[in-house]
């Protein structure tokens, strides 16, 4: 089964930046989609941004021009930089990816990583 492991959250300032990494492990398995979800306390989980595996992105509104997705195709690995950090920006981020996987046979899976969390405070 397809595992994800995320790094790089931790404590910046407002205006600081952060990088995310998240690294997809296992075995026969093809990625489609990856991308960065968060919650923010007492909030619903909430899409960050996604990209393909041709390259296509979509972000949320909130992030447009201060956070940048993207993807190492041969490392199964997916990057979130963070610029002009808020502290609305402040959550929990998950990884997510989406594809097929053999576990005895083909099959379609959706996997997401345990959580980093990031808090934007001076």
């Known amino acids: 089964q397809v595992q994800l492991v995320e790094s790089g959250g931790g404590l910046v300032q407002p205006g600081g930046s952060l990088r995310l990494s998240c690294a997809a492990s296992g075995s026969g398995f093809s990625i489609n989609a990856m991308g960065w979800y968060r919650q923010a306390p007492g909030s619903q989980r909430e899409l960050v941004a996604v990209i393909t595996n041709g390259g296509s992105t979509t972000y949320a509104d909130s992030v447009k021009g201060r956070f940048t997705i993207s993807r190492d195709n041969a490392k199964n690995t997916v990057y979130l930089q963070m610029n002009s950090l808020k502290p609305e920006d402040a959550a929990v981020y998950y990884c997510?990816?989406?594809?097929?996987?053999?576990?005895?046979?083909?099959?379609?899976?959706?996997?997401w990583g345990q959580g980093t969390q990031v808090t934007v405070s001076s």
């Open positions: 997510n990816a989406d594809g097929r996987e053999f576990f005895f046979r083909w099959r379609s899976f959706v996997s």
